[in-house]
C-alpha cells in the first residue's frame, strides 16, 4: 500500500492468499491469525471485485488457489512440491485430490490441507472425496490410539483439528462414518485436546459412563432406543464438542445440522405410532394420585416430545398438524390443569410451555375446550376452570423475570383476540359466546388481586 503522499513511501506490505467461499466471498489471509473477507449479496458482483483483483495482480481469474494457498501452477503427471507448506507429491487430476498417506508424521501436513481446502466449496468436495477413497477416518482413529499411549499431546491436538475439520467438510457420507458406532467414541475422544482449552474436558467419560437414560416410560421399541441414544450423543458433540462456528463456517455443518433435525423426525413418528406409550403417557398425566416427582417426569417427557415435534413439516400424513391432532384425540389439553396445581416449580413452569405451544398451533381449539369445561361446572366451580388456574398462576407467579406470567399474558391476549376468531377456520365457537364465558366466569379472577388492594372506590395504600 503505497502513499498517496509525494514521498510514495510504502506504508503497508503484507502476504495475501485470496480464494473464493461459496461463490459470494472473496477471503484472504494476512498472517497465520488475521482471516478476512468481503461478502457480497450475489454472485455477479463477486466475480466483478475478483476480476478487478486478480487484473491488479496479473492473474487469471478462473485460475483458483491450490490447497495451500498459492497460485503455482499445477502438474497433473508429476504432482505439486511446496516446500513452505510441507506438502509434497500432491497428485491433482480434473477433480480429484490424493491426501498425504495418514500417518503420524504427516499428521501437519494433513491438518493444512484440510484448513486450506474451506478457500472455496470445489476445494472442499474434492478433499472430502479424497477423505472418502482413501479410508481415511479408520486410520486417524489407528493413529489417536497409539497418540495417547505415547501421551503425544501435540500431535493429539493436531487430531483434534483434523477431527473438527472433518465435520465440516459437510459430507453426508463422511458424517456417517464419523457417527458410526466403530469409530464415533474415538472421534469425541480427539475433540477433547482443544488446543484452546486449559484442561482437557471428559467427553468420553460423560457420554459413555456418567450420562444415564433414565426412562420416563416404557419403550419396547429398540430402534427408537438406540435412536434416542444416538440422538442425544450428537446433539452433544454438536453443542459441546465442537467450538461455535464463526461467521464464515455457519453453513459448514449443515449436514450435522439435518442429521438432528432427521432423527428428531424419526423419534416423533415412532413415538406416535408407541399407541400403548401415549395413553399411559396421558393416563398418568391426567390422574390426580400421580405423585409430584412422577409428574415432573412425564412432564418435561412431553415437553421434549413438543419440541421435537418442530422439526416436523407443517402439513402431511406425518407433519405438525398430524401430531397435534393425535395430541388433542388423547386429550392433552385435559392434563394441563393438574400439572399447572403441582407443588414443583419445574413442573408449572414446563406446563406453560406446553399450553403456550398449544394455543400457537390452534387457539380455537383450545377456546373449545375451555367453553366446553365451563358447561360441565358450575359457576360455583369457577377456581376448577382451567382458564382461572391459569389466570391465577399468572398473578402468583414467583419467578422474579416473570416467564411464565409473561407468556400466559400474551396467550391470554391471542384467546381474547376478536379478530383471530373470526379468521380462525372451521369455527364451531362463536366470539360472543367464549368473550360472554371469560367475563362472566373469569373476569373476577383476574381482577381479584385489584380488587383486593381496593377500598371503595380508591386504592388501598396500606
Avoid at 504427516?106 to 482413501?134: C, D, H, P, T, W
Avoid at 438406540?226 to 464438542?241: A, E, L, P
Wanted: hydrophobic share 35%; net charge negative; charged share 25%.
Amino acid at each position: 500500500m503505497p502513499s498517496q503522499m509525494t514521498t510514495n513511501d510504502l506504508l503497508f506490505h503484507a502476504s495475501v492468499d485470496p480464494g473464493f467461499l461459496d461463490e459470494t466471498l472473496i477471503v484472504w489471509s494476512e498472517s497465520d491469525t488475521c482471516d478476512l473477507a468481503l461478502s457480497f449479496q450475489d454472485k455477479t458482483g463477486c466475480e466483478d471485485i475478483w476480476e478487478k483483483i486478480c487484473q491488479v495482480q496479473g492473474r487469471d481469474p478462473e485460475q483458483h488457489p491450490d490447497y495451500t494457498g498459492n497460485y503455482d501452477e499445477l502438474d497433473d503427471s508429476d504432482g505439486m512440491e511446496n516446500g513452505n507448506q510441507g506438502y509434497t507429491n500432491q497428485r491433482i487430476s480434473n477433480n480429484t485430490i490424493t491426501l498425504p498417506p495418514c500417518e503420524l508424521s504427516r499428521l501437519q501436513e494433513i491438518e493444512m490441507m484440510l484448513s486450506n481446502s474451506f478457500a472455496s466449496a470445489g476445494a472442499r468436495e474434492k478433499v472430502a472425496y479424497a477423505v472418502e477413497n482413501q479410508d481415511y477416518i479408520p486410520k486417524l482413529c489407528d493413529i489417536f490410539h497409539m497418540c495417547e499411549d505415547l501421551e503425544n499431546i501435540e500431535a493429539l491436538r493436531r487430531l483434534y483439528q483434523i477431527a473438527r475439520n472433518l465435520f465440516m467438510l459437510n459430507r453426508n457420507d463422511i458424517l456417517d462414518v464419523l457417527l458410526n458406532d466403530k469409530y464415533f467414541r474415538d472421534i469425541v475422544g480427539m475433540l477433547e485436546y482443544d488446543p484452546s482449552q486449559s484442561e482437557r474436558p471428559k467427553h468420553r467419560e460423560f457420554l459413555f459412563e456418567k450420562a444415564k437414560f433414565r426412562e420416563v416410560l416404557p419403550i419396547k421399541d429398540e430402534k427408537l432406543s438406540q435412536k434416542i441414544h444416538k440422538t442425544f450423543r450428537v446433539q452433544y458433540v454438536q453443542d459441546v464438542c465442537l467450538p461455535a462456528p464463526s461467521l464464515f463456517e455457519e453453513n459448514l455443518l449443515s449436514a450435522l445440522n439435518s442429521h438432528i433435525f432427521f432423527c428428531r423426525v424419526d423419534i416423533v413418528g415412532m413415538l406416535l405410532e408407541e399407541k400403548q406409550l401415549m395413553k399411559e403417557l396421558f393416563e398418568q398425566l391426567k390422574d390426580r394420585n400421580t405423585d409430584v416427582e412422577r409428574r415432573k417426569d412425564l412432564t418435561m417427557f412431553l415437553k421434549e416430545f413438543f419440541t421435537f415435534s418442530a422439526s416436523l413439516q407443517p402439513n402431511g400424513p406425518q407433519g405438525r398438524d398430524a401430531f397435534y391432532k393425535t395430541l388433542m384425540q388423547n386429550d392433552v389439553l385435559a392434563t394441563i390443569e393438574p400439572c399447572i396445581m403441582s407443588k414443583d416449580v419445574q413442573t408449572r413452569a414446563s406446563t406453560v410451555e406446553l399450553f403456550v405451544m398449544m394455543v400457537e398451533f390452534n387457539p380455537q381449539t383450545v377456546r373449545d375446550f375451555l367453553l366446553q369445561q365451563g358447561r360441565t361446572l358450575s359457576e360455583s366451580k369457577n377456581d376448577q376452570l382451567l382458564l382461572n388456574r391459569l389466570i391465577e398462576h399468572m398473578l402468583t407467579d414467583h419467578d422474579p423475570e416473570l416467564t411464565s406470567a409473561s407468556s400466559l399474558a400474551q396467550v391470554m391476549r391471542v384467546l381474547l383476540d376478536p379478530d383471530s376468531m373470526m379468521s380462525a377456520t372451521n369455527v364451531k365457537t362463536e366470539r360472543l359466546e367464549f368473550l360472554t364465558f371469560f367475563y362472566r366466569r373469569s373476569m373476577d379472577t383476574l381482577c381479584r388481586a385489584l380488587l383486593k388492594n381496593t377500598e371503595g372506590d380508591h386504592p388501598n395504600r396500606g
